[in-house]
């Protein structure tokens, strides 16, 4: 941790396709944050296209940058994701902060992108009272400080990870399990592409899927769609498919040593969706709302039963939860179930914190031994880095 009373930190984020930087005080106190989003210029493609990410980053990050520093005085460290996510978009986010740290005569601080997800519930806006969001499960007013929420069960699911993670304590992380191939919002992402619902493939089938279970019977008003809120019991119907769980085999080679019981698998369940649609293309709008009902029901139910097992094999102080997908309304509402069902409490992050942000770079940096001078410097993009690894 750096020393000094009030420590201001400005973090930077380019490791996809959000360019962010926010100024965040003593870890938690967001002061400013700024997040452009390429989304509309990946859409056409249906994904991220590398290419036009790190361009798009080079053309915005001084403006974003200009923007979260208004209004803000000293500065007393440099924060930046150098790890994991796409190298060339990583670059131009580094290679910002060193000039930054350089001019500023600040110390850098290098923060991984999956560990920063998880520090997003202990962020709070200034002037609000920084209480996280507990999904409506139990709030406790012990846990609400990052130390005292330890041990901890952390989740991160985004678009590129889905990953388990015991936390003994602040900033110690210890995978315990993960996706063998696709990522949950990959699996979304990718189902919306086959079906032509458009691109990020997550809040379309969310707001689909929610439609479906309140019975709805226009799909195109959105704004509409995304107000109605899931219905407490949920059971598929007759007629609806049901998708294989995400359950890879114990004894799999790409285990890599991890439990099974504690991995999951989308790929299959992509490929059952796809042979579905092939067998029985969806007729109408309706049919095509049950059939992302069910295929979103499968990806969370597997989120939901692997945090339910790690959930019962240690006594955790809190459930963490961090990452795009963590958006979803369903998922939300069945690890709340999940969470109310162990006695632990979940921890969310605010909306606008779920997605890539800038400030949980700077506010984890907190925690982080920081460097300075020559090595800061020599710091590079570790496009495939761990939580964890140093
Ligand atoms: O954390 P994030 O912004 O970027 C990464 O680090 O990957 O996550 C983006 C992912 C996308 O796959 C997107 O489809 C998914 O989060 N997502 C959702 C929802 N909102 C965004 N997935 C499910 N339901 C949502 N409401
Ligand atoms: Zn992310």
Same mark, same amino acid.
């Given at each position: 941790? %750096?020393?000094?009373?009030?420590?201001?930190?400005?973090?930077?984020?380019?490791?996809?396709?959000?360019?962010?930087?926010?100024?965040?005080?003593?870890?938690?106190?967001?002061?400013?944050?700024?997040?452009?989003?390429?989304?509309?210029?990946?859409?056409?493609?249906?994904?991220?296209?590398?290419?036009?990410?790190?361009?798009?980053?080079?053309?915005?990050?001084?403006?974003?940058? !200009?923007?979260?520093?208004?209004?803000?005085?000293?500065?007393?460290?440099?924060?930046?994701?150098?790890?994991?996510?796409?190298?060339?978009?990583?670059?131009?986010?580094?290679? !910002?902060?060193?000039?930054?740290?350089?001019? =500023?005569?600040?110390?850098?601080?290098?923060?991984?992108?999956?560990?920063?997800?998880?520090?997003?519930?202990?962020?709070?806006?200034?002037?609000?009272?920084?209480?996280?969001?507990?999904?409506?499960?139990?709030?406790?007013?012990?846990?609400?400080?990052?130390?005292?929420?330890?041990?901890?069960?952390?989740?991160?699911?985004?678009?590129?990870?889905?990953?388990?993670?015991?936390?003994?304590?602040?900033?110690?992380?210890?995978?315990?399990?993960?996706?063998?191939?696709?990522?949950?919002?990959?699996?979304?992402?990718?189902?919306?592409?086959?079906? @032509? =619902?458009?691109?990020?493939?997550?809040?379309?089938?969310?707001?689909?899927?929610?439609?479906?279970?309140?019975?709805?019977?226009?799909?195109?008003?959105?704004?509409?769609?995304?107000?109605?809120?899931?219905?407490?019991?949920?059971?598929?119907?007759? /007629?609806?498919?049901?998708?294989?769980?995400?359950?890879?085999?114990?004894?799999?080679?790409? %285990?890599? @040593?991890?439990?099974?019981?504690?991995?999951?698998?989308?790929? @299959? =369940?992509?490929?059952?969706?796809?042979?579905?649609?092939?067998?029985?293309?969806?007729?109408?709008?309706?049919?095509?709302?049950?059939?992302?009902?069910?295929?979103?029901?499968?990806?969370?139910?597997?989120?939901?039963?692997?945090?339910?097992?790690?959930?019962?094999?240690?006594?955790?102080?809190?459930?963490?939860?961090?990452?795009?997908?963590?958006?979803?309304?369903?998922?939300? !509402?069945?690890?709340?179930?999940?969470?109310?069902?162990?006695?632990?409490?979940?921890?969310?992050?605010?909306?606008?914190?779920? @997605?890539?942000?800038?400030?949980?770079?700077? /506010? %984890?940096?907190?925690?982080?031994?920081?460097?300075?001078?020559?090595?800061?410097?020599?710091?590079?993009?570790?496009?495939?880095?761990?939580? /964890?690894?140093?």
């Amino acid at each position: 941790m %750096l020393g000094g009373d009030r420590v201001t930190i400005l973090g930077i984020e380019t490791s996809c396709d959000e360019t962010a930087c926010a100024v965040v005080r003593d870890g938690r106190e967001v002061l400013s944050s700024v997040v452009y989003t390429q989304i509309p210029l990946h859409q056409p493609y249906g994904g991220v296209v590398p290419e036009v990410a790190s361009r798009a980053h080079i053309e915005k990050i001084t403006g974003v940058v !200009a923007e979260a520093m208004k209004g803000i005085g000293k500065i007393d460290a440099v924060a930046v994701t150098y790890g994991p996510g796409l190298a060339s978009s990583l670059l131009v986010g580094l290679n !910002a902060a060193k000039g930054l740290s350089l001019a =500023l005569g600040v110390p850098l601080i290098g923060v991984n992108h999956i560990e920063a997800h998880l520090h997003t519930p202990f962020l709070f806006d200034t002037g609000s009272t920084g209480a996280p969001d507990t999904g409506g499960s139990r709030s406790c007013a012990t846990v609400l400080a990052p130390e005292s929420s330890m041990p901890a069960l952390g989740l991160a699911v985004s678009g590129g990870h889905t990953t388990w993670m015991d936390m003994p304590a602040y900033g110690e992380y210890r995978i315990i399990g993960q996706t063998l191939d696709d990522a949950a919002g990959e699996a979304f992402d990718k189902a919306a592409k086959l079906l @032509g =619902l458009g691109y990020p493939g997550g809040p379309v089938i969310d707001r689909w899927a929610k439609g479906f279970w309140n019975g709805a019977t226009d799909f195109s008003n959105a704004a509409a769609l995304k107000s109605l809120s899931y219905p407490v019991n949920i059971r598929l119907t007759d /007629g609806m498919p049901r998708f294989p769980k995400g359950h890879p085999r114990a004894g799999t080679a790409a %285990l890599a @040593g991890l439990d099974a019981d504690m991995c999951v698998s989308f790929s @299959g =369940l992509k490929t059952a969706l796809l042979y579905h649609v092939r067998r029985q293309p969806p007729a109408n709008e309706a049919e095509k709302a049950g059939l992302v009902a069910a295929y979103q029901e499968a990806i969370v139910g597997t989120l939901a039963d692997r945090t339910a097992t790690a959930l019962k094999r240690r006594r955790y102080k809190a459930l963490i939860v961090g990452g795009g997908v963590s958006l979803n309304g369903r998922l939300r !509402a069945r690890l709340a179930e999940v969470a109310a069902a162990a006695d632990v409490p979940l921890l969310l992050a605010a909306p606008k914190y779920c @997605g890539d942000n800038a400030a949980m770079i700077a /506010g %984890l940096a907190y925690w982080r031994r920081n460097v300075s001078g020559d090595v800061a410097l020599s710091i590079d993009v570790e496009p495939t880095l761990q939580p /964890g690894d140093a």
